[in-house]
């Protein structure tokens, strides 16, 4: 669902200028439950959560404004059956947005010979 709402955003706000094919939005989830837990009415069923965002582009003047946009409209999400500002947000940084850099990709490229999926040859 935020994938296709953020695709439909990207290419509103950029003017068609971004691709939003281009861009990877990562969300990584932590602490489910872990604040509220023991005093919710249902330890289950959690009540808060922590998402870490990482937006990828191929630039980075790109990557700053894409993840400039997300994280602001990440945290004004509409939510069903509630009128009235979210106000339990927090930021892990300030800005909220942080450049950094270049990405690089890692790759290993390893020929062994004389092993065997069962057997290794000792050393």
Request: hydrophobic share 35%; net charge negative.
């Amino acid at each position: 669902m935020a994938k296709q709402y953020f695709d439909a955003k990207i290419l509103d706000v950029f003017n068609g200028a971004v691709d939003p094919d281009d861009i990877d939005i990562d969300y990584r989830l932590y602490g489910a439950g872990t604040v509220l837990a023991v005093s919710g009415p249902d330890p289950l069923d959690p009540r808060e959560l922590g998402v870490l965002i990482t937006v990828t582009v191929p630039d980075q003047e790109t990557a700053h404004a894409n993840a400039t946009f997300v994280a602001h409209a990440s945290s004004h999400p509409p939510i069903a059956e509630y009128d009235g500002p979210v106000s339990t947000l927090a930021s892990p940084y300030s800005p909220p947005e942080m450049d950094r850099g270049p990405l690089h990709r890692f790759t290993l490229n390893h020929v062994t010979t004389g092993v065997t999926p069962h057997r290794a040859v000792p050393p």
